[in-house]
């Protein structure tokens, strides 16, 4: 027997068994598997248009997050004098430090976009009714807990890049009534970004949200279970009883989802090859870049504070968007729409002229707002620079879900969901805004 075989045999004496006794251990190795999923699956879930893997994607990353997190822990130290410094010895002395920084900067902003648009494809699909109403609230919380730690992670290298989006975003909760100023010293550890923001922040970072996160996926995945599986896809003509057949998870199931964090491992390992996670000058306190943005995930409410005054683009639009968010599974709706991509044949079309809308008459507010108004930033006025604009923009979303639903002669499936992509829609365009034509001064620029 050769050494190779005999180290083998020494760490799995099962591979000496005879050949049928093996398959007995594969055996064992399936139903480990089927503890963590179900054994058949109804094989119309598996169509890929129906997830585009998605859910699956989000896993991966949070995945490759945790583990490359982990190993970060080793070189990172949480101090406002040696932070920095401890990334630049990461990235120029430590073996594969920059391509560990790099694969964990990258899956961390990924994860925003994929988990944003398995929300998109979990309201589209009408997955959020009926059963699934809870995984609905469940998955929200999840994008809170990614939202959060991509926040937290932003200040944690402490360049001019980390300190000034971090003090402009956490300049921001001060508008919320009552409780801002004390949340924000909360928050901070002080009045400003120091030693007890960074070890804050890194407690937060790699402690609390990553336990809260492990916590809350398996209850994702069991409401999955729970609610007999996935949306079962369908044309708008299919009766919602058409279940189809069922097959074996494994290898029907098992073998797309390791295609999928295959293909998505190799994306990111060659994104993370390729383009280094950004790294500024050192943090200076006395010097502000111009123009100061937050993250890119939030220039979409930093964009909003150029049109209305703090208390309305700060606290109450987030506020009600976000009761809007919770509420959503659980109004009443007229038809049972799972598994249909937007609804109906209809509602296709309603969708199209939601985008349409709500990309024109944002670029074109935006637009007024900044050359026949004239503020580079909203007054201090709440009335004018916020109340006033606020109806209009309320006046403007409700006169279109009246007409919508009159003129399409909607069900109000339909008409949540036009008015829905109008708002995404927006926020999506007010984002882009803030990320790409705001220049010095936060002037709009081309
Ligand atoms: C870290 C973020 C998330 C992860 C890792 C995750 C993971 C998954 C996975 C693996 C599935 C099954 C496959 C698929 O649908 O692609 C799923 C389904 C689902 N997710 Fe998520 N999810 C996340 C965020 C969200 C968000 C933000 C929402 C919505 C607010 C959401 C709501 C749902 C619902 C309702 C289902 C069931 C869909 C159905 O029955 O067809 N999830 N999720
Ligand atoms: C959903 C989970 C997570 C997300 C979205 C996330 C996101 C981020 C982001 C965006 C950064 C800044 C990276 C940069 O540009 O330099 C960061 C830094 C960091 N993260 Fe995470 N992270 C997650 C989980 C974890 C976990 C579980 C740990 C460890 C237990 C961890 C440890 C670290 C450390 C030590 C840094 C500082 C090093 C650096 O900035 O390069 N992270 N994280």
């Known amino acids: 027997m050769n050494i190779i075989k005999r180290i083998r045999l020494s760490i799995f004496p099962g591979s000496n068994k005879p050949a049928d006794r093996q398959k007995g251990n594969r055996k064992y190795f399936r139903s480990l598997l089927l503890h963590f999923r179900p054994r058949v699956v109804s094989e119309r879930t598996l169509k890929f248009s129906l997830t585009w893997g998605l859910g699956g994607m989000a896993a991966v990353l949070v995945f490759l997050l945790f583990g490359t997190g982990l190993m970060l822990k080793f070189a990172y130290e949480p101090f406002p004098d040696r932070a920095y410094d401890s990334i630049l010895h990461l990235q120029n002395s430590i073996p594969f430090g920059q391509l560990i920084r790099n694969i964990h900067h990258w899956s961390g902003n990924g994860l925003i976009i994929i988990a944003f648009l398995h929300f998109l494809r979990v309201f589209f699909t009408g997955a959020f009714t009926g059963p699934r109403q809870f995984n609905w609230i469940i998955g929200l919380a999840l994008f809170a807990g990614v939202i959060l730690s991509n926040f937290t992670g932003y200040l944690l290298p402490w360049d001019q890049l980390a300190f000034w989006a971090i003090t402009i975003s956490s300049s921001m909760l001060e508008y919320i009534p009552g409780v801002g100023a004390r949340l924000q010293e909360l928050v901070l550890g002080g009045h400003d970004l120091g030693p007890s923001t960074i070890s804050n922040f890194y407690a937060i970072h790699t402690a609390i949200l990553p336990v809260l996160l492990l916590l809350i996926l398996p209850f994702h995945f069991w409401r999955i279970r729970k609610a007999n599986g996935l949306v079962i896809p369908r044309s708008p003509e299919e009766d919602s009883d058409t279940r189809g057949e069922k097959v074996d998870t494994i290898p029907n199931l098992i073998t797309r989802e390791v295609t999928v964090a295959l293909v998505l491992f190799a994306v990111v390992l060659i994104i993370s090859m390729l383009v280094d996670a950004p790294f500024a000058a050192k943090a200076n306190p006395g010097l502000s870049p111009n123009p100061t943005k937050a993250p890119w995930y939030f220039m979409g409410i930093q964009e909003m504070l150029m049109h209305f005054h703090p208390v309305f683009s700060l606290f109450i639009i987030p506020l009600l968007l976000t009761i809007g968010l919770l509420v959503t599974p659980y109004l009443n709706y007229q038809a049972d729409t799972a598994g249909i ?106």
């Open 341 to 446: 991509w937007f609804c109906s044949t209809k509602g296709r079309q309603m969708a199209i002229i939601a985008v349409v809308t709500a990309i024109a008459s944002t670029v074109s507010g935006v637009l007024i707002d900044e050359f026949m108004i004239g503020s580079a930033q909203a007054g201090p006025n709440i009335i004018s620079s916020g109340l006033v604009p606020f109806t209009i923009v309320l006046a403007g979303c409700i006169g279109f879900y009246v007409f919508m639903k009159k003129k399409f002669n909607a069900t109000n499936n339909e008409a949540v969901q036009t008015l829905f992509i109008l708002l995404c829609t927006a926020f999506v365009v007010l984002t882009v805004v803030g990320i790409w034509f705001r220049g010095t001064g936060m002037r709009l620029m081309f």
